[in-house]
């Protein structure tokens, strides 16, 4: 039982909440002790210590990368375009991004920043298992528990599968990430690889069949280690009969049944009792650390069956995209839609439409298109679409009216915005009018910063009958303090000069977007910046917001100026909108360091920014010390007076020479340098030993050294999302991410204070509790917690999440927690993310039942002046779900569908499939409602046929076949009636 299932028995046992709060405290020493020793139970869940043996990240990279180029190569081929990208360990996330994109003749660049940062989604929180399940036995197949460990495996599928259906994309990635570290954990732990198998076991994710040869309860599986040495501890007798089997774990009990094999390890109690020793592979130095390699790679092949499990489900497209293989961003707009915004409604659908019109079908069309409009006092629904026009036609329907007293829900519309969006997306808020919702200010910081995501205000003012509808300072700060929190832009404008502004957001929708530089002044002062203009920089723009009195002075690497009062000069073009001043750097630009200089005593912002392929990410991590210490992802603000570590990919490049990562504080001034360990190619692990007091964030500066390019070249980029500290650490844990309709899930959290990163015995004080979630489901929470003078500076609580019984499977639920101090000057925060799952009641896959095989292919003549046919009935059975759809897996004919209601009253899936004879085999996916798969196999032979299906009744509709159309009647017909007969 793990700590999240104790925790619940206490408190569904009705036990006093101080008796709770003694043992919980007692939970969250043993926890702090397993942390301490980094008890990880598996393959390294992110990085393996000793450099030889293999990790959970390094075998979740490399199964995705296998898969994706993979996918994209049977798309080329059937495409008939060339794919040259050889399948093998030398793959790269750049190389497959690079391989997949097919070229629109564009002289775009192209971004695999969404790529990298799905990939990590994946691995973190396939890493995160360890942390959050780290006791439970099906989640690492410990103690021969095969068939719960199968049962997480496929429902976790199902769960993905569900997400992708409802292109939820993001749920999506968590889930199969947290399925893969379950899938990978059997080819340690159990003794497969023992027995010989150099195949993985595909009845792990085939809910359908028969879990064999499991050792039962009685049987003993090991004997005594000699020694050090466990190869052999195994019994013969179980090795000649194959029976499966795994090792026995458990941290504070030598207690497991008679005769059964143990895990291993220093913290496993159960390995010190006969039979002593263990046989997992987790490292190369385990137990049976002879085989890791072997382990690694079944675990890895393994991966890859799952990935296509849920290609075939999802379909090839949809694939692509839960694997994030996307060039561009979301283009998302949150609209107010109150009575005085007409005019901003058309600018915001005159910029949309131009965006749609200019990149539809270009690597460069948006990924997504996110619309949440509000009002007063009301806001949504939000629209997530990948269909342009049905963008089109919702934006297009928006017409501003009513609104009631001026304020209006904005951080509503935004949080829902935040919530939906991918990871750095870029969003666009329109409104004249204060927000109604100020108190969402620190939940919408916090969304920021975890998301990562930009955000940039277009503040309008009009005179209207009613009053001035105009922002006053106060109103106006909120909206610049998110937009400079998220590294965008608060852009205040007249409404007649909107359009000017709004050239931002055409600007920000170009791929591959980067931002070289940015920094907020605030108070301003006069000041000085340089930033590095490089060779891989297109269309550099800089962007100034301040007060109308504000100067600068553009100065290039060879010493060129141009002043604020040239509106065309020789470094750049010059646009004035609102606060907005907006410099179009010339494009024979030098490279080389170049410098701004700002005269202002006022608060203003300069960003500049370009398109390149290069750039980077972080994410932060937190080191759990010890003989198998690693680093997770950190959730949430740092600790003040802590250290930080970061995970930092450089993308575009194949590595970087001289690198230098900092973190900027822009209020002291301050730099912090990391110290960088590199992990190969363009990863480094960079630790800083000290924080910045204020907000800061994160710059890179280096040499990319990629073997394309004949020289280095100096370069610069920053992430603007500011980074805050915090003194409260807030940690919360659900034991699943996935929810049932209708049922609640209980998510227990605890609230710390620290005083430079130790915990304070002694620190007391109440904090606000929130808790919010995105698709408004019932919750509870406390309103706060209080840390007293006996509590060792925490408390506990619980928040329930409930969903409704309408809720639909693949939903995804983001749950926000935070905790803030009684001044309201301190806060920290977790977002959970969950997934509605229904029970499943279909595990079958359709069945295939051929009816004919026939040609006229003859080595005698030319393979392509020849056909064959190769005809099927599909069916999901009486009680399955039905057939979803049928597609050509391998093979390269043509492919027809109808649908008949059998005698029995069971739909049948009639598919014909037309192929010249020069490709002689077929392999058809079938795919029920539920996404269970099922493969029809047909090959040219002498011709074939079975009983006809008597149709009871026929689903008329048209197939397009090739070059020419049939009508379904006469399809069914042929195929039904005609070719059985046919010989």
């Not at 023992?194 to 309860?217: D, F, V, W």
């Not at 750039?615 to 250290?643: C, M, Q, T, W």
Request: charged share 15%; proline share 3%.
């Amino acid at each position: 039982m793990n700590n999240y299932e104790i925790q619940m028995q206490l408190i569904i046992s009705g036990m006093p909440a101080s008796l709770i709060i003694m043992i919980t405290k007692c939970l969250l020493l043993v926890s702090v002790v397993l942390d301490l020793t980094g008890l990880v139970q598996s393959f390294q869940p992110l990085f393996a210590s000793d450099g030889n043996s293999t990790s959970h990240r390094k075998i979740t990279i490399r199964a995705v990368l296998r898969k994706t180029a993979e996918v994209c190569g049977n798309i080329a081929a059937t495409e008939g375009r060339d794919f040259t990208l050889t399948i093998d360990d030398t793959l790269t996330a750049d190389r497959v991004q690079e391989s997949c994109s097919v070229s629109d003749n564009s002289t775009s660049l192209l971004s695999n920043v969404p790529f990298h940062i799905s990939i990590g989604n994946m691995y973190f929180n396939n890493a995160n298992v360890d942390l959050e399940s780290m006791l439970s036995e099906e989640y690492h197949f410990h103690g021969e528990k095969f068939q719960k460990g199968r049962d997480v495996i496929t429902k976790g599928v199902s769960a993905v599968k569900a997400s992708v259906k409802l292109e939820n994309f993001i749920t999506g990635r968590w889930i199969l990430g947290q399925v893969c570290h379950t899938l990978q954990d059997f080819y340690s732990h159990s003794n497969w690889v023992e027995l010989g198998n150099t195949a993985p076991y595909n009845a792990l994710i085939k809910p359908y069949k028969t879990l064999e040869n499991l050792a039962g309860p009685n049987i003993s599986t090991c004997r005594n280690c000699t020694g050090d040495n466990c190869d052999d501890n195994i019994l013969p007798d179980v090795l000649q009969q194959g029976l499966l089997t795994s090792g026995y774990f458990n941290l504070m009990s030598s207690e497991k049944p008679d005769g059964k094999c143990s895990h291993g390890g220093a913290f496993d109690q159960t390995s010190k009792r006969e039979p002593v020793g263990g046989i997992n592979k987790d490292k190369i130095w385990s137990s049976h650390g002879s085989l890791h390699h072997e382990a690694a790679d079944l675990a890895e092949n393994a991966t890859v069956e799952l990935l296509e499990e849920i290609r075939i489900a999802v379909g090839d497209h949809n694939f692509l995209r839960l694997m994030g293989l996307s060039q561009s961003s979301a283009l998302c707009f949150v609209i107010d839609t109150t009575g005085s915004m007409s005019n901003d409604i058309a600018e915001a659908k005159r910029v949309s439409f131009n965006i749609i019109d200019r990149k539809r079908g270009t690597q460069q069309e948006p990924s997504a298109y996110i619309l949440v409009p509000f009002n007063d006092p009301g806001f949504g629904p939000l629209l997530m679409t990948t269909d342009a026009d049905k963008f089109k036609e919702s934006i297009n329907q928006l017409t501003a009216n009513g609104g009631g007293d001026i304020p209006e829900s904005s951080l509503s519309g935004l949080q829902l915005a935040l919530t939906a969006a991918p990871a750095l997306s870029q969003i666009f808020v329109f409104t004249d009018a204060p927000a109604k919702d100020a108190a969402l200010k620190s939940t919408i910081t916090a969304l920021i910063e975890s998301t990562k995501s930009e955000v940039t205000f277009m503040l309008t003012h009009v005179l209207t009958s009613r009053s001035i509808r105009t922002l006053n300072q106060a109103d106006a700060q909120l909206y610049r303090d998110l937009a400079w929190a998220s590294g965008g832009q608060a852009i205040e404008v007249s409404k007649s000069d909107l359009a000017l502004a709004t050239r931002v957001i055409e600007d920000s929708s170009s791929s591959a977007m980067v931002t070289v530089f940015q920094v907020v002044m605030n108070p301003g002062k006069s000041d000085k910046f340089t930033f590095i203009v490089d060779t891989s920089l297109r269309n550099i723009t800089i962007y100034i917001t301040g007060t109308s009195s504000l100067l600068f002075n553009l100065t290039s690497a060879t010493g060129i100026c141009q002043h604020s009062n040239e509106s065309s000069g020789p470094l750049a073009s010059l646009t004035l909108a609102g606060n907005l001043q907006r410099l179009i750097l010339n494009n024979d630009h030098e490279t080389g360091l170049w410098e701004i200089s700002v005269d202002s005593n006022d608060t203003y912002s300069v960003k500049v920014t370009g398109q390149s392929s290069m750039n980077f990410i972080y994410n932060l991590v937190e080191a759990h010390e010890g003989l198998h210490g690693d680093f997770f992802l950190k959730e949430g603000r740092p600790l003040s007076g802590g250290n930080v570590t970061l995970l930092v990919t450089v993308v575009g490049c194949d590595s970087v020479n001289n690198a230098e990562i900092t973190l900027h504080d822009s209020s002291g001034p301050a730099d912090v340098d990391g110290t960088l360990q590199s992990l190969g190619g363009s990863d480094f692990l960079v630790t800083f030993n000290e924080i910045p007091a204020g907000n800061f964030v994160v710059r890179l500066k280096g040499e990319d050294s990629s073997s394309s390019k004949s020289t280095s070249s100096r370069f610069q980029r920053q992430v603007s999302t500011h980074i805050k500290t915090s003194s409260i650490s807030l940690t919360a844990q659900a034991n699943s991410m996935n929810i049932e309709p209708g049922s609640t899930v209980f998510i227990p959290f605890t609230v710390t204070t620290t005083i430079s990163g130790v915990v304070n015995e002694t620190a007391t004080g109440t904090f606000t509790v929130r808790a919010t979630n995105d698709r408004s489901f019932d919750s509870t929470s406390p309103t706060s917690v209080t840390i007293g003078t006996d509590s060792g500076g925490t408390a506990n609580g619980t928040v329930t999440l409930t969903a409704p019984n309408s809720a639909v499977s693949g939903t995804g639920v983001s749950l926000m927690i935070e905790a803030e101090d009684a001044d309201g000057t301190d806060i920290n925060y977790v977002v959970l993310r969950f997934s509605i799952a229904a029970e499943m009641t279909d595990f079958n896959g359709p069945v295939c039942q051929e009816v004919s095989t026939s040609s006229s292919c003859s080595s005698s003549s030319l393979c392509y002046s020849s056909q064959w046919q190769f005809v099927v009935n599909v069916t999901d059975g009486v009680n399955g779900t039905g057939i979803e759809r049928v597609t050509v897996r391998v093979g390269s004919g043509t492919l027809s569908t109808t649908t008949v209601v059998g005698p029995g009253g069971e739909n049948i899936t009639v598919a014909s499939y037309w192929a010249s004879c020069c490709a002689q085999r077929v392999e058809l996916s079938v795919v029920d409602n539920v996404g269970n798969v099922g493969v029809c196999v047909g090959e040219v032979r002498q011709s074939t046929t079975v009983a006809p299906v008597t149709a009871a009744k026929v689903t008329t509709n048209t197939i397009s076949t090739g070059g020419y159309t049939l009508s379904s009647t006469l399809w069914v017909w042929i195929t039904v009636v005609a070719l059985p007969l046919w010989k």
